[in-house]
T-cell receptor
Framework: AQTVTQSQPEMSVQEAETVTLSCTYD???????LFWYKQPPSRQMILVIR??????QNATENRFSVNFQKAAKSFSLKISDSQLGDAAMYFC?????????FGAGTRLTVKP | ETGVTQTPRHLVMGMTNKKSLKCEQH?????MYWYKQSAKKPLELMFV???????ENNSVPSRFSPECPNSSHLFLHLHTLQPEDSALYLC?????????????FGPGTRLTVT
């Protein structure tokens, strides 16, 4: 079974600084999608960024970018210029035709 | 209403009760999902409905029974639950295109089994 591992249960960052959240996954598939979702306290989970495995170029959405290393099966999320509103649980997720898996999450704290 | 809504937001039930969770999506999607979210554990995919047909059941105990009467509504019927079933139950929907499966989540139902 495919697994998604987030090795950092908690992370903290100073406001305006940069933080990187790690994610690794295990798969034998060649075609799949990777996602980072954000779940603020007591609020709905929302998509932050997605990456298609067939694309070599790393996805970017404003202050959020990923470092996708397909051979290493690594998919880290970089948050630049961190803001207080970035404080949340972040989940890495993997999706193939037949499977959908989430990591256990990383709780990000942003210090003012 | 917009997006994905879930009712109730909080539910406390005894082990012998029968209750139902409701999910509604207003996005025109054709797939809906139930997840269980427990503290410090990965989200557990419970059920998937695509085009109103169940396509995945990840060995969920029979005390959880899903129902998808149409593409906009999804229910999770609960009976004789156990305390370890206490968790946040999330509903999600997506448009199943050729390989693209971004999911939109509801706010969840916080279930406590006493």
């Amino acid at each position: 079974a495919q697994t998604v591992t987030q090795s950092q249960p908690e992370m903290s960052v100073q406001e305006a600084e940069t933080v990187t959240l790690s994610c690794t996954y295990d798969t034998s598939e060649s075609d799949y999608y990777l996602f980072w979702y954000k779940q603020p306290p007591s609020r709905q989970m929302i998509l932050v960024i997605r990456q298609e495995a067939y694309k070599q170029q790393n996805a970017t959405e404003n202050r959020f970018s990923v470092n996708f290393q397909k051979a290493a099966k690594s998919f880290s999320l970089k948050i630049s210029d961190s803001q207080l509103g970035d404080a949340a649980m972040y989940f890495c997720a993997y999706r193939s035709t037949d499977d959908m898996r989430f990591g256990a999450g990383t709780r990000l704290t942003v210090k003012p | 209403e917009t997006g994905v809504t879930q009712t109730p937001r909080h539910l406390v039930m005894g082990m012998t009760n029968k209750k139902s969770l409701k999910c509604e999506q207003h996005l025109g999607h054709n797939a809906m999902y139930w997840y269980k979210q427990s503290a410090k554990k990965p989200l557990e995919l419970m059920f998937v409905y695509s085009l109103e047909e169940r396509v995945e059941n990840n060995s969920v105990p029979s005390r959880f029974s899903p129902e998808c009467p149409n593409s906009s509504h999804l229910f999770l019927h609960l009976h004789t639950l156990q305390p370890e079933d206490s968790a946040l139950y999330l509903c999600a929907s997506s448009q199943v295109l050729a390989g693209y499966y971004e999911q939109y989540f509801g706010p969840g139902t916080r279930l406590t089994v006493t």
